[in-house]
Nanobody, 119 residues
Framework: QVQLVESGGGLAPPGGSLRLSCEAS????????MGWFRQAPGKERELVAR???????FYVDAVKDRFTISSANTWNALFLQMNSLKPEDTGVYFC?????????????WGQGTQVTVSS
């Protein structure tokens, strides 16, 4: 079992920055990877960025060169530095943790934190 708690969301103007944090507790030693998803109003939840032991760091094209994902060495914390924010970055951001071997991963979600980009 892993518990995830996000923080750092809020209101930012277009072009501004926010830094999201995710604190993980529980069986973090078995982490295969962690990531950030977001869900805009009326849209499906989508991947933003992830870090995995096997594949390293991945960003979706929409946030590449603007967002930076990082994690603590012990997988007990995950961060997302968001720069040059755009209105389309608005949504609820969720931290996710994948636990176990790649052949039998278990997925855990945080409760989400609201990010609003508006002038």
């Amino acid at each position: 079992q892993v518990q995830l708690v996000e923080s750092g969301g809020g209101l930012a103007p277009p072009g501004g920055s926010l830094r999201l944090s995710c604190e993980a507790s529980g069986t973090t030693y078995a982490t295969y990877g962690m990531g950030w998803f977001r869900q805009a109003p009326g849209k499906e939840r989508e991947l933003v960025a992830r870090i995995t032991k096997a594949e390293g760091i991945f960003y979706v094209d929409a946030v590449k060169d603007r967002f930076t994902i990082s994690s603590a060495n012990t997988w007990n914390a995950l961060f997302l530095q968001m720069n040059s924010l755009k209105p389309e970055d608005t949504g609820v951001y969720f931290c996710v943790s994948w636990i176990g071997p790649s052949s039998n991963l278990q997925t855990y979600w945080g409760q989400g934190t609201q990010v609003t980009v508006s002038s």
